[in-house]
T-cell receptor, first 114, second 112 residues
Framework: DQQVKQNSPSLSVQEGRISILNCDYT??????FLWYKKYPAEGPTFLIS?????DKNEDGRFTVFLNKSAKHLSLHIVPSQPGDSAVYFC?????????????FGKGTKLSVIP | DADVTQTPRNRITKTGKRIMLECSQT?????MYWYRQDPGLGLRLIYY???????NKGEISDGYSVSRQAQAKFSLSLESAIPNQTALYFC???????????FGDGTRLSIL
């Protein structure tokens, strides 16, 4: 049973345009959400997070939106740059079984075309 | 120097061999984790530890064991490796609940 879903395995965007990566979750106990970026041959790198008490968090070109009623979050990258090409993982955590361990989605590979 | 260091970076071995993957960190974090990544499956938690005397099973602990030798060191062992344990393994650390985890660069393990 996949509790965190990233339904798009890949996404291609032109440089300068907006990239929107989506993530859905099923566990209503999740209250903390994160996005990680991963380049080949490297470990995932923390990008941005959001707590369930907020619906938006912004950090430079990166903004994460949380819609709790829809159990949906999205990562917006504006403007997209070629260096943003990577695999992006959505992750979630919360109280209950596992004591705030992270549950990851399968990832979305973003390609930013120059 | 990397904050979270994994050794070896690559390993090829045979079925039935005992394998140890090591992780050390300089971040001073109490919490350490081992994950496995398979193509198309994201990261899955194998074991985690909140301090030196604490070991907890994750989602996929069968066939694995861990040892937390010190606050800075957390090793993962495969007692008798099998081909379906071929994967990319990541170690991570975190400061506390609600804080992001910081990952090493991974160990690519191939079991023939």
């Amino acid at each position: 049973d996949q509790q965190v879903k990233q339904n798009s395995p890949s996404l291609s965007v032109q440089e300068g345009r907006i990239s929107i990566l989506n993530c859905d979750y099923t566990n209503s106990m999740f209250d903390y959400f994160l996005w990680y970026k991963k380049y080949p041959a490297e470990g995932p790198t923390f990008l941005i997070s959001i707590s369930s008490i907020k619906d938006k968090n912004e950090d430079g070109r990166f903004t994460v939106f949380l819609n709790k009623s829809a159990k949906h979050l999205s990562l917006h990258i504006v403007p997209s740059q070629p260096g943003d090409s990577a695999v992006y993982f959505c992750a979630a955590s919360g109280p209950g079984a596992g004591s705030y361990q992270l549950t990851f989605g399968k990832g979305t590979k973003l390609s930013v075309i120059p | 120097d990397a904050d979270v260091t994994q050794t070896p970076r690559n390993r090829i071995t045979k079925t039935g061999k005992r394998i140890m993957l090591e992780c050390s960190q300089t971040k001073g974090h109490d919490r350490m984790y081992w994950y496995r990544q398979d193509p198309g499956l994201g990261l899955r938690l194998i074991y985690y530890s909140f301090d030196v005397k604490d070991i907890n099973k994750g989602e996929i602990s069968d066939g694995y064991s861990v040892s937390r030798q010190a606050q800075a060191k957390f090793s993962l062992s495969l007692e008798s490796a099998i081909p379906n344990q071929t994967a990319l393994y990541f170690c991570a650390t975190s400061d506390s609940v609600g804080q992001p985890q910081h990952f090493g660069d991974g160990t690519r393990l191939s079991i023939l």
